[in-house]
């Protein structure tokens, strides 16, 4: 995978809108799940996910899409990808338009099981600022089950 593909953890990766000729080289990889953050017509030009999907199945690779518009982060979104990490096998490749998205909902779900500041480190160590989501992820882990 290029350069813009950044692992923020182990065996998650994010990156930046992806194309189907991008799906072999994925798969050599070693993903074995595709994400999609980004919703259907964001911009001109831009692979459907349906383009994206049939690539990745035609690779035998999983595809989830949990699009989330610019600025519409909701609880529903951290749900619906907590459940597509838990729900396939990775690793994982999550996109969006830059990958800062999919790298939110990753720190999100990342909050429920790892340290906040661990988490703010990894995104960190990818590129990606998350610092600003502590007050959140510091919520997120103090709610989880069985403490």
């Known amino acids: ?3 813009l593909v950044r692992a923020v953890d182990e065996g998650f990766y994010v990156a930046p809108q992806i194309a189907p000729e991008d799906v072999a080289a994925i798969k050599a990889a070693g993903v074995r ?15 459907t996910g ?17 699009p989330v518009v610019p600025g519409g982060l909701f609880p529903d ?31 999100l779900v990342a909050a429920q099981k790892q340290a906040p500041n661990a988490v703010i480190e990894k995104a960190a160590a990818a590129g990606y600022d998350v610092a600003a989501m502590r007050p959140l992820l510091m919520r997120i882990n103090a709610a989880r089950p069985g403490d």
């Open 1 to 3: 995978m290029d350069g």
């Open 33 to 47: 799940t595709i994400v999609n953050n980004r919703p259907d017509g964001e911009a001109p030009g831009q692979p």
């Open 50 to 66: 349906a383009e994206i999907e049939a690539a990745a199945t035609a690779a035998g690779l999983a595809y989830v899409a949990v």
């Open 77 to 107: 979104h951290v749900a619906a990808m907590r459940e597509a990490v838990e729900a396939n096998e990775g690793p994982f490749l999550a996109y969006c338009r830059s990958g800062t998205r999919s790298c939110h909902l990753w720190a």
